[in-house]
């Protein structure tokens, strides 16, 4: 083997069979590539160490060490080496584990000549945009935003003084702003700060909550005063007494609670669904909307007496296009708390892929960045987020283009409308308008986030072929014991599985996906932004 030169990139190809290294040796030799080659894992593994080539070719199926092992030793001891993994078994599980184990990509057997080196030339580049990084010096320390709310622009310095000076008294606040911006955080950092910190904070969500059953969450309701009332229930204002409720998307809330809410401010009481019972609670109110509450007064769908009650003083979070230079700060703020909880490992952001993020809109404000910045930190493959790792709506939006990633047998298999062995998808993934063009993204984000229902599902399908007397129930008890171990909690991920797949089974359609769901359309589209599906 002999020893890579400096400016030629080196491919090293690990596979126990000699012809398909000699075959792909010859393809990658068209090009000015140097070329190395080891027969079996373990003699792969100390090519590596010995001089790390730019990029490895690693066949899956060999004797002796699997190509999943090698490539875990592989990435153990070098987290940034590029690796392709080779198959001649096209199976989603296959993808599933490779990219789960930090291949770059993986190849089918037989090699299309041009994909390979498509391939290589992506592989390549993708290393040296990484290598050009360099020192990153990060804007912030995450450690410094205990409140979470990073920027540093004027706006947001006006908005840090006005929470500075509300937070001494009991003044009602409310927060204004587009969706995302920020407001429920600041309505958090007011009660910090204030004296009622030791007491509860409770947010309500008025535009989640369906108008019959909003008085009764608020206030409570007696037992017997409405069809399922079967006991006494305190509502969330007993709940918070001494504390602060946050009335989110106040807009949304109904004129008859308005009333209620008004007497609470004026009164400082509350009165049962129900009940007769004058009840005093000392509760202080936040309250926020995306709405034009002014232009609802005129039109009398919110009471004026309301919004002069509630609109003491007014915060007006910016949208974050117009803080653009808060974005590098956001960015590595993100990156920091995923290091921190090790979800992610990426500390860098490639200068191409910042400058698109600052020149993003963001209609979806911090929300919507703090979701991508998620995503492409999962789809990065060393420590830096590349132009490429964006997802392709936000390079598309800004005119940012990278190479055409070379069809995979995914992409082959997706656009021939050959679907995998099962089903398996991120919500964004399978509702964002990527899945054919960029079926790898999709696949990366994929295998971080359903990897292990896939597993679990993939289970449950070959007991289910293997056994066709399987019941619903017995597969469902299958599930449950394996999702059981989970992180996020059942119904969560059952939950977000039946959002997508309904979404996509009505086109999108909210209203009739929220008919389907038994949730009001509200709750639908709170949910769906909230778990960042792209719809
Ligand atoms: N200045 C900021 N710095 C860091 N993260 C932020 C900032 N502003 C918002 N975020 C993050 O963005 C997401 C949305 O924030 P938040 O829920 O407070 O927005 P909102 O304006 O209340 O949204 P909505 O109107 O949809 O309820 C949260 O995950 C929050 O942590």
Known sequence: MSEPSAKTP?????????????????????????????????????????????????????????????????????????????????????????????????????????????????????????????????????????????????????????????????????????????????????????????????????????????????????????????????????????????????????????????????????????????????????????????????????????????????IRMPALRDRDDDIPQIVDFCMQSLAKQKKARVSKVSPEAMAVLTKHRWPGNVRELENVIYRSAVIAQGDTILLKDLPQEIRDAVGASVPAVAASPAAAASQAGTAAPFPVASPSAVLSSQVSSAPFDTLRTMAAETVALAHARQVVESIATAEPALTVERALDFLHEKLSDDAETILGRLEREMIVRVLKAESGNMVRASEKLGITRATLRKRVDELGLKI
Not at 169 to 184: A, F, H, I, P
Request: glycine share 8%.
């Open 10 to 314: 080196t491919i090293l190809i690990i596979d126990d069979d000699s012809e398909i290294r000699y075959s792909l040796s010859r393809v990658l030799s068209s090009r000015k590539y140097q070329v190395l080659e080891a027969a079996s894992g373990e003699l792969g593994i100390a090519a590596v160490k010995k001089s790390p080539p730019d990029l490895v070719f690693l066949d899956i199926r060999m004797s002796g060490m699997s190509g999943i092992e090698a490539l875990q030793h592989i990435r153990s001891s070098n987290p940034k080496q590029l690796v392709v993994l080779m198959t001649a078994f096209g199976t989603a599980q296959t993808a599933i584990e490779a990219m789960k184990y930090g291949a770059f990509d993986y190849i089918m057997k037989p090699f299309d000549p041009q994909k390979v080196l498509t391939l290589a030339e992506n592989a390549l580049k993708a290393h040296a945009d990484m290598r050009a990084v360099g020192e990153y010096k990060p804007t912030i320390n995450s450690e410094d935003y205990k409140e979470g709310i990073v920027g540093s622009s004027p706006v947001m310095q006006d908005v840090f003084k006005v929470i500075g000076q509300v937070t001494a008294s009991d003044v009602t606040v409310m927060v204004t702003g587009e969706s995302g911006t920020g407001k429920e955080l600041v309505a958090r950092s007011i009660w910090k700060h204030s004296h009622r910190a030791a007491k509860p904070f409770i947010a309500v969500n008025c535009a989640a909550i369906p108008d019959n059953l909003i008085e009764s969450e608020l206030f409570g309701h007696e037992k017997g005063s409405f069809t399922g009332a079967t006991g006494q229930r305190l509502g969330k204002f007993e709940l918070c007494d001494g504390g602060t409720i946050f009335l989110d998307e106040i807009g949304d809330m109904a004129l008859a609670t308005q009333t209620k809410i008004l007497r609470v401010l004026q009164q400082g009481e509350i009165q049962r669904v129900g009940g007769v019972d004058t009840i005093k609670v000392d509760v202080r109110i936040l309250a926020a909307t995306n709405k034009d509450l002014e232009e609802m007064v005129k039109a009398k769908t919110f009471r004026e007496d309301l919004y002069y009650r509630l609109n003491v003083v007014r």
